[in-house]
């Protein structure tokens, strides 16, 4: 079993940046790709970021490219997600995920609050 624990959201200023951590759990982390996802009031969440197992083959939402950057680093159990230049329909509960594919996740975090405020 793999417990994920997703941490640094906060409210930001239009422009601004925050950098979400995702610590896991467990021996497994480096054998699952990881993904970020989000979802905001009244939509359907949806991934953003998305990463595989040796932190190769970084893959984007088109609304998050060049301003998102995820990363990880499978020595620390950890995983990152730099969000730069946020605006606020950037505002969503993040979630980090690990699975195989990002349609099923094995592995979801609890979220953490973004806000980003005009």
């Known amino acids: 079993q793999v417990q994920l624990v997703e941490s640094g959201g906060g409210l930001v200023q239009a422009g601004g940046s925050l950098r979400l951590s995702c610590v896991a759990s467990?021996?497994?982390?480096?054998?699952?790709?990881m993904f970020w996802f989000r979802q905001a009031p009244g939509k359907e969440r949806e991934v953003v970021a998305r990463?595989?197992?040796?932190?190769?083959?970084?893959s984007y939402a088109d609304s998050v490219k060049g301003r998102f950057a995820i990363s990880r680093d499978n020595a620390k159990n950890t995983g990152y997600l730099q969000m730069n230049n946020l605006n606020p329909e950037d505002t969503a509960v993040y979630y980090c995920?690990?699975?195989?594919?990002?349609?099923?996740?094995?592995?979801w975090g609890q979220g953490t609050q973004v806000t980003v405020s005009s």
């Open positions: 990463i595989n197992w040796s932190g190769g083959n970084p």
């Open positions: 467990g021996r497994t982390f480096s054998t699952y790709a």
């Open positions: 995920a690990l699975g195989v594919i990002a349609t099923s996740p094995s592995y």
